[in-house]
């Protein structure tokens, strides 16, 4: 089993298996403490993108495109086709 140690505020080193309680209990209030901060500039940083509606057959077309080009790289529309014989298409 590995030991997991626990650096104190004043540098001391702590096995986790040797702390008590009282320390286990305000180690893991901080360690939450830290998890908002970080999750609040996260979700700062990655605002939800607007949902847009696409009308028509071209428009939905070259949607679904761009989530193709987004999910693999492959540009459908402006790709040769030397592609197709690498894939054995």
Same mark, same amino acid.
């Given at each position: 089993m590995r030991?997991? $140690?626990w650096k104190t505020k004043d540098g001391k080193l702590i096995n986790v298996d040797?702390?008590?309680v009282n320390h286990l209990r305000n180690s893991l =209030?901080?360690? $939450?403490?830290?998890?908002? $901060?970080i999750y609040a500039k996260l979700n700062h940083v990655q605002k &939800? =993108? &607007? =949902?847009v509606q696409v009308n028509g057959e071209i428009a939905s077309e070259h949607a679904d495109a761009y989530e193709v080009y987004k999910a693999t790289g492959h540009d459908i529309f402006n790709d040769s086709d030397e592609h197709f014989d690498e894939w054995g298409i």
């Amino acid at each position: 089993m590995r030991n997991y $140690i626990w650096k104190t505020k004043d540098g001391k080193l702590i096995n986790v298996d040797d702390m008590d309680v009282n320390h286990l209990r305000n180690s893991l =209030k901080m360690c $939450i403490r830290h998890l908002e $901060i970080i999750y609040a500039k996260l979700n700062h940083v990655q605002k &939800p =993108k &607007p =949902k847009v509606q696409v009308n028509g057959e071209i428009a939905s077309e070259h949607a679904d495109a761009y989530e193709v080009y987004k999910a693999t790289g492959h540009d459908i529309f402006n790709d040769s086709d030397e592609h197709f014989d690498e894939w054995g298409i």
